[in-house]
């Protein structure tokens, strides 16, 4: 799937997007996946109440299943108008 | 319903004149601006990411539970991104209605709901450095009201 970051997340990671090949279940699950990846996803998931995430363009949360979902975005809250 | 997500300025006084132009039956016109403060002079400009593809929809999905929950005869949002200098323009809402209270009140629910549902992510940049501007408790208790 293809996972998108934005504003401090993607500066902590260090890339806007990337493909992540995973057999999570959950959002939770990726999160934990990619935590265990590197030091500086381990910086950017530190504080997952921090964090908002969309499904395929659309608000979800961190238990949401992924099944059948193609793009997922991790971001902190929004700040718009 | 009109959202036009864009890097280029508007013009305010052309937008909302087109848009009054456009009614009809409407004798109510209420329009909103955001505008990039100062922060005192130390502000150089403002940086706006968002999320191409995801910000077209959730302004949309939020004009249209506007329109569904107030007699409103056409909604307009516009919202810029990339680098603005203090002063300017970030992003207009008009709301078109019969009478005044729906337009109002319509501007307002769009305003709170864009503020922390559309994907759109501010950053300073000050003569001492760069910060990501955090969202305020206020902003998401705002959405309870609604």
Not at chain 1, 21 to 34: G, K, P
Request: hydrophobic content about 45%; glycine content about 8%.
């Amino acid at each position: 799937m293809n996972v998108l970051y934005f504003a401090w997340v993607r500066e902590r990671i260090g890339l806007p997007r990337e493909e992540v090949a995973s057999e999570a279940a959950t959002v939770a699950e990726l999160v934990d996946e990619l935590v265990a990846r590197e030091e500086r996803y381990a910086a950017a998931f530190a504080d997952r109440s921090a964090l908002r995430v969309a499904l395929d363009q659309e608000l979800s949360d961190f238990d949401a299943p992924l099944a059948g979902v193609r793009e997922v975005a991790f971001f902190p809250p929004m700040t718009g108008g | 319903m009109r959202i036009r997500v864009q890097e280029a300025p508007f013009d305010l006084g052309a937008e909302v004149n087109r848009f009054t132009a456009a009614q009809a039956d409407m004798g109510a016109v209420v329009s909103f601006t955001g505008v990039v403060r100062g922060g005192g002079g130390t502000l150089r400009h403002m940086e706006i990411e968002h999320y191409p593809g995801m910000t077209e929809s959730a302004l949309r999905d939020i004009s249209e539970q506007a329109c569904a929950r107030w007699s409103l005869g056409d909604v307009l949002v516009i919202h810029r991104y990339g680098r603005l200098a203090p002063g300017a323009q970030i992003m207009m809402v008009a709301t078109a209605s019969r009478h005044r209270k729906d337009a109002f009140e319509a501007a307002e629910f769009l305003m709170d709901y864009l503020k922390s549902r559309a994907p759109f992510w501010k950053r300073e940049v000050t003569e001492d450095g760069a910060a990501w501007v955090a969202a305020r408790d206020e902003d998401e208790a705002a959405l309870t009201r609604w």
